[in-house]
């Protein structure tokens, strides 16, 4: 087993420094239809999940770049094209590696690294399930799209942000239990 952990875990390291290496949009673009290829059970799901991880993040950096590109009176398209390319690729392979491997068992060669693992995982999934304990009784108080209250809204954010700072003093507290932060 911990063999094969070490294969996977070097698999992963050369497949993502190779898809980093790739410096044409041709090449990004047969790596990704590879990556569909390999991954057509869940591809509606996956590609879902990194366009809605990437989206925001790309959409920014691309019409800043784009910005500047057109002051400075440069074709900025293939760039553009490049790196989103880029960014899809890696996105895409590590959403669809972690389906197939644990994060925690991949971390598992270091136990720091396997407990911090493990502490951003229930956070992510406890945050998961309190937005989405949110959304469900959003929807539920709110008929019509224009009868939504702000204050609602206001409330929700204030709650994560305070939910936020708590968890964080928690977890920093818990890790210097575990010798973290010690100098």
């Avoid at 698999?11 to 420094?17: T, V």
């Avoid at 991949?106 to 998961?128: E, H, N, P, R, V």
């Avoid at 008929?143 to 809204?153: E, G, R, S, V």
Wanted: glycine letters at 2%; charged letters at 20%.
């Amino acid at each position: 087993m911990q063999k094969n952990l070490r294969i996977i875990r070097i698999f992963f390291i050369l497949s993502f420094f190779l898809l980093l290496s790739l410096k044409n949009s041709l090449y990004l673009s047969i790596a990704i239809l590879f990556l569909w290829g390999i991954s057509v059970k869940e591809f509606l799901k996956l590609n879902k999940r990194v366009i809605k991880s990437i989206i925001i993040f790309n959409l920014g950096v691309s019409i800043g770049y784009l910005l500047m590109a057109l002051f400075k009176n440069i074709n900025p398209y293939h760039y553009l094209i490049y790196i989103n390319l880029k960014v899809y690729a890696l996105t895409y392979f590590v959403f669809w590696f972690f389906t197939k491997v644990s994060p925690v068992q991949f971390m598992a060669f270091s136990k720091d690294l396997g407990y911090l693992t493990t502490i951003t995982l229930s956070q992510i999934f406890s945050y998961k399930k309190t937005f989405e304990d949110f959304r469900l009784a959003f929807k539920s108080r709110v008929f019509k799209l224009k009868d939504k209250n702000p204050k609602f809204i206001t409330n929700t954010f204030e709650f994560f942000l305070k939910k936020s700072l708590k968890d964080a003093d928690e977890r920093a507290l818990a890790m210097k239990a575990r010798g973290f932060f010690n100098d």
